[in-house]
T-cell receptor
């Protein structure tokens, strides 16, 4: 149980274009999902917290107009990187908050974004 | 602001040795602490989760301890194997978010 998927696993896009990454909780409903970014040889940094049916909460320094987050259903959150630039190239990982009594996040396998 | 530190940053040991990875955190007001494994270019694999009321958790050759009052956790790996080579991340769940350490890059030499 508690499986989270991400699509696509890898994406290459040209500078200036937009790319959408999907995060799905496959066997549970998730009112809260999280988006993280990981640069090479660095740890995960929280970008934003996504709550179903409401606006996402962004961490300090993360541009909300550049990283659009939509959590339209209890099983799907999307991250759209708008007008991507090479410096946006990174590993993006989502997680979903489980429904049990233990406050635990379940992580997706990540999406490798390369902007050329 | 919660800060999580992992020591050492990298560790290389011969196969078969027992080893300990360390994690410290600055704010003891946590819900739980989790240890993850990450292979190069891959996502996270959850290894152990210790709730704030617990002292330790065990899974196979892995044992994680938590001393909330001192802000410390250790991950003990027994009888290490080359397949244990990976980066190990410690993460602390607070009221607002999960904060990760920088990780320990572990290499087990055959």
């Amino acid at each position: 149980g508690a499986v989270v998927s991400q699509h696509p696993s890898r994406v290459i896009c040209k500078s200036g274009t937009s790319v959408k990454i999907e995060c799905r909780s496959l066997d549970f409903q998730a009112t809260t999902m999280f988006w993280y970014r990981q640069f090479p040889k660095q740890s995960l940094m929280l970008m934003a917290t996504s709550n179903e049916g409401s606006k996402a909460t962004y961490e300090q320094g993360v541009e909300k107009d550049k990283f659009l987050i939509n959590h339209a259903s209890l099983t799907l959150s999307t991250l759209t990187v708008t007008s991507a630039h090479p410096e946006d190239s990174s590993f993006y990982i989502c997680s979903a908050l489980g429904q049990g009594i233990v406050y635990e996040q379940y992580f997706g396998p990540g999406t490798r974004l390369t902007v050329t | 602001k919660q800060e999580v530190t992992q020591i050492p940053a990298a560790l290389s040991v011969p196969e078969g040795e027992n080893l300990v990875l360390n994690c410290s955190f600055t704010d003891s007001a946590i819900y739980n602490l989790q240890w993850f494994r990450q292979d190069p270019g891959k996502g996270l694999t959850s290894l152990l989760l210790i709730q704030s009321s617990q002292r330790e958790q065990t899974s196979g050759r892995l044992n994680a301890s938590l001393d909330k009052s001192s802000g410390r956790s250790t991950l003990y790996i027994a009888a290490s194997q080359p397949g244990d080579s990976a980066t190990y991340l410690c993460a602390v769940q607070g009221a607002q978010k999960l904060v990760f350490g920088q990780g320990t890059r572990l290499t087990i030499n055959p």
